[in-house]
């Protein structure tokens, strides 16, 4: 029975769902808190169950549409119970525990009230970015599941429901075992997909839009958008419909790279653009970078290559900067956790530890009388006196604020403007030569962060 299992990250039939390098979401093919209830052990799909952790219990399903017709079965249930919106599930899910964080979560990725009644039937573009949401959250990552196998997971519960016959997933999203390449294969596709010359992105049809693509749209003409910038190389965005944060995180970067306001919005002129065709790598530097006589620190170059990448959610996926800061945990703030990776990996010390402000009384920094290309930036939230904070790297300021490099804002690396009157103090590695202090005079090309921790 183990053969039918599958490694959705590759798209490989596993062996063995017991592999704990992989979410129980993905390798047992259930999408969350479905939980070995006596009800399932007659529902479609199900194959047995096995203890996670002690007290807990996960259901294995035999693939990923029949884990989300039990999951739609488990909302028909709570229906039952007259547990509707939102918040009630998610509370539900909780089991009586607090799940506010989960809770908040959600609410920011789907872009709706918690009071949104989740409708199973008449309503499936909400119904399907709850379920994706949730579904996210259970695995600490986005599920490598498309819109189309969840949605076909709907139409089995709902058939189940009706009394009709259970049809098998769609062969297209269960392919036989032989059909599936070599793992050698796979990378040089990938490689060779990324490498296509620049015709190619040219190859698909003109991109018309009818209307200006923002955070939290959806639909078909989301998806166009998203094809069009993984064709440039954007290889982060997944073609789901849904314009989200590494969706919009891209069109941010892309437009920077063109020299366009980066507000994340897909409008005319981002669409001109995208239709000229030119791939990551092979666009005309951007306007308002720091002056070429500004030498750029080691730390700061280092901060440069990671704009635009996201956290998997709830300050997660944070592995890579925790080992290179040698501070912090999944799941901390991780704003000082990415400027110590970035001084650490570059040979320069850093404070160790995650809380923004350690820079400010830290002996191996020193405050500066003015700022510096790539100086860390300490700002304080709440109050002054309150030790909580944010910290950044400066690149410059303008009549609007001060501009830097920073992470954990709106969950991601990215370059923002940030208020004047909330900076404590600039701060400079003693480990690194002295720098020349000068305010960089830079254009508004950089949004504000929504959020900043």
Same mark, same amino acid.
């Given at each position: 029975?183990?053969?039918?299992?599958?490694?959705?990250?590759?798209?490989?039939?596993?062996?063995?769902?017991?592999?704990?390098?992989?979410?129980?979401?993905?390798?047992?093919?259930?999408?969350?808190?479905?939980?070995?209830?006596?009800?399932?052990?007659?529902?479609?799909?199900?194959?047995?169950?096995?203890?996670?952790?002690?007290?807990?219990?996960?259901?294995?399903?035999?693939?990923?549409?029949?884990?989300?017709?039990?999951?739609?079965?488990?909302?028909?249930?709570?229906?039952?119970?007259?547990?509707?919106?939102?918040?009630?599930?998610?509370?539900?899910?909780?089991?009586?525990?607090?799940?506010?964080?989960?809770?908040?979560?959600?609410?920011?990725?789907?872009? =709706? *009230?918690? #009071?949104? %009644?989740?409708?199973?039937? $008449?309503? !499936?573009?909400?119904?399907?970015?709850? &379920?994706?949401?949730?579904?996210?959250?259970?695995?600490?990552?986005? =599920? *490598?599941? #498309?819109? %189309?196998?969840?949605?076909? $997971?709907? !139409?089995?519960?709902?058939?189940?429901? &009706?009394?009709?016959?259970?049809?098998?997933?769609?062969?297209?999203?269960? *392919?036989?075992?032989?059909?599936?390449?070599?793992?050698?294969?796979?990378?040089?596709?990938?490689?060779?997909?990324?490498?296509?010359?620049?015709?190619?992105?040219?190859?698909?049809? *003109?991109?018309?839009?009818?209307?200006?693509?923002?955070?939290?749209?959806?639909?078909?003409?989301?998806?166009?958008?998203?094809?069009?910038?993984?064709?440039?190389?954007?290889?982060?965005?997944?073609?789901?419909?849904?314009?989200?944060?590494?969706?919009?995180?891209?069109?941010?970067?892309?437009?920077?790279?063109?020299?366009?306001?980066?507000?994340?919005?897909?409008?005319?002129?981002?669409?001109?653009?995208?239709?000229?065709?030119?791939?990551?790598?092979?666009?005309?530097?951007?306007?308002?970078?720091?002056?070429?006589?500004?030498?750029?620190?080691?730390?700061?170059?280092?901060?440069?290559?990671?704009?635009?990448?996201?956290?998997?959610?709830?300050?997660?996926?944070?592995?890579?900067?925790?080992?290179?800061?040698?501070?912090?945990?999944?799941?901390?703030?991780?704003?000082?956790?990415?400027?110590?990776?970035?001084?650490?990996?570059?040979?320069?010390?850093?404070?160790?530890?995650?809380?923004?402000?350690?820079?400010?009384?830290?002996?191996?920094?020193?405050?500066?009388?003015?700022?510096?290309?790539?100086?860390?930036?300490?700002?304080?939230?709440?109050?002054?006196?309150?030790?909580?904070?944010?910290?950044?790297?400066?690149?410059?300021?303008?009549?609007?604020?001060?501009?830097?490099?920073?992470?954990?804002?709106?969950?991601?690396?990215?370059?923002?403007?940030?208020?004047?009157?909330?900076?404590?103090?600039?701060?400079?590695?003693?480990?690194?030569?002295?720098?020349?202090?000068?305010?960089?005079?830079?254009?508004?090309?950089?949004?504000?962060?929504?959020?900043?921790?």
């Amino acid at each position: 029975m183990a053969d039918r299992f599958r490694s959705l990250t590759g798209g490989y039939f596993s062996a063995n769902p017991d592999d704990k390098s992989l979410p129980v979401t993905i390798r047992f093919n259930n999408p969350g808190a479905i939980n070995g209830a006596s009800w399932q052990h007659s529902y479609p799909g199900y194959v047995g169950e096995k203890e996670t952790t002690p007290g807990n219990r996960s259901t294995i399903v035999a693939s990923p549409e029949e884990g989300v017709a039990m999951w739609w079965e488990l909302m028909r249930r709570y229906r039952s119970s007259n547990v509707v919106t939102m918040a009630q599930i998610i509370n539900r899910y909780g089991g009586g525990q607090d799940y506010s964080r989960y809770l908040a979560q959600v609410r920011v990725w789907t872009k =709706l *009230p918690t #009071s949104t %009644e989740i409708k199973l039937y $008449g309503d !499936d573009d909400v119904l399907l970015g709850f &379920a994706k949401a949730m579904f996210r959250y259970e695995a600490g990552r986005t =599920l *490598p599941w #498309s819109d %189309e196998q969840i949605r076909f $997971g709907f !139409d089995l519960a709902r058939n189940h429901a &009706a009394g009709k016959p259970q049809a098998a997933p769609a062969p297209a999203t269960v *392919p036989p075992p032989s059909s599936h390449p070599s793992v050698l294969q796979t990378i040089l596709s990938a490689i060779g997909s990324y490498f296509l010359p620049k015709a190619a992105a040219a190859a698909e049809p *003109p991109l018309k839009l009818t209307r200006v693509i923002k955070f939290g749209s959806s639909g078909d003409d989301v998806k166009a958008v998203q094809r069009r910038l993984i064709a440039l190389g954007y290889n982060d965005v997944v073609v789901d419909g849904i314009f989200g944060p590494v969706c919009q995180a891209a069109v941010r970067k892309f437009q920077t790279a063109c020299n366009l306001d980066p507000d994340g919005e897909v409008g005319d002129l981002t669409v001109m653009e995208l239709n000229k065709g030119k791939r990551l790598g092979t666009l005309d530097p951007p306007l308002n970078q720091p002056p070429a006589t500004a030498t750029k620190p080691a730390w700061y170059a280092q901060a440069e290559k990671w704009i635009g990448w996201h956290e998997t959610g709830e300050n997660r996926g944070l592995e890579t900067f925790i080992k290179g800061a040698h501070c912090g945990q999944e799941g901390d703030p991780w704003c000082a956790i990415f400027a110590n990776y970035c001084l650490e990996t570059s040979g320069f010390k850093g404070t160790k530890s995650a809380a923004a402000r350690s820079f400010e009384t830290h002996p191996e920094f020193t405050k500066l009388k003015l700022p510096a290309l790539g100086c860390i930036v300490t700002m304080w939230r709440g109050s002054k006196s309150s030790g909580q904070g944010h910290v950044f790297l400066y690149d410059g300021e303008n009549s609007s604020g001060v501009r830097g490099i920073g992470a954990n804002e709106d969950d991601q690396v990215k370059r923002s403007i940030h208020d004047r009157s909330r900076i404590v103090g600039y701060y400079w590695p003693k480990s690194a030569p002295a720098p020349k202090e000068a305010v960089i005079a830079v254009g508004d090309n950089a949004g504000r962060a929504t959020s900043e921790f």
